[in-house]
């Protein structure tokens, strides 16, 4: 219990000091003692093989992504019947549209920039984990999020399966993101 205190600790300090616009000495201290935690965390993860506690670590942390990330990233788009209509490499150093963000217990899609502030459309994740090769997030905008583009006149959208997937791949002793998977939905 104390080490969960700790890290989201050390998140709050970090978003503290961002949102009332401190001094960028006291910010980049804020984030040195939440990257530290961080590598920390995943190191544990990745050693236990934990990957619900690795998603949770990658997602809250830019720094931790890039790390963890294979050194292309696919950017891959697909039509409601799953076939591909574009793929592009992007470098992981580049790649900055990272699609999903964690606010303690509740999940929220960033914008198509990667800004997790402008994200407020809650969605539900399923973590699909196979310790030895791949492991997926998919992740779904909620039934009431009016943004999305809803596949079924009736509104049910149960079955209209995920908005995106992010693909892991078994790597450096842990996971590394090799595809980031965008569903285009047909309205």
Same mark, same amino acid.
Request: charged residues 25%; neutral net charge; proline residues 5%.
């Given at each position: 219990?104390?080490?969960l205190?700790?890290?989201g ?5 970090? @978003?503290?000091?961002?949102?009332l ?20 965390d995943?190191?544990?993860?990745? @050693? ?11 997602v ?5 992504r ?7 990233? @696919?950017?891959t ?14 470098s992981?150093?580049?790649?900055t ?5 964690v ?5 929220y899609?960033?914008?198509e920039?990667?800004?997790?502030? @402008?994200?407020?459309?809650?969605i539900?994740v ?10 997926t997030?998919d ?22 399966g ?26």
């Open positions: 219990m104390t080490r205190f700790v890290k600790a050390a998140r709050m300090a970090l @978003a503290g000091a961002v949102s616009g401190l001094p960028i000495a006291v910010q980049d201290a804020a984030a040195s003692v939440a990257d530290s935690s961080a590598q920390e995943i190191g544990k993860a990745c @050693a236990t093989q934990n990957f619900d506690s690795f998603v949770e670590i990658f809250s942390s830019p720094e931790i890039q790390a963890y990330s294979s050194p292309t990233i @696919a950017y788009l697909r039509g409601g019947d799953h076939r591909v209509l574009s793929t592009r490499k992007i992981a150093k580049d790649y549209m990272f699609p999903i963000r606010d303690g217990v509740r999940w899609s960033a914008d920039s990667g800004d997790k502030s @402008a994200g407020s459309t809650p539900n399923k973590v699909h984990d196979d310790l030895d090769t791949i492991s997030i992740w779904t905008r909620t039934p009431g999020d009016t943004q999305r583009r809803q596949s079924d006149p009736s509104g049910d959208q149960s079955d209209s995920p908005d995106g997937r992010l693909v892991f791949k078994a790597g450096k002793g842990c996971w590394l993101l090799s595809e980031d998977i965008r569903f285009v939905k047909q309205g």
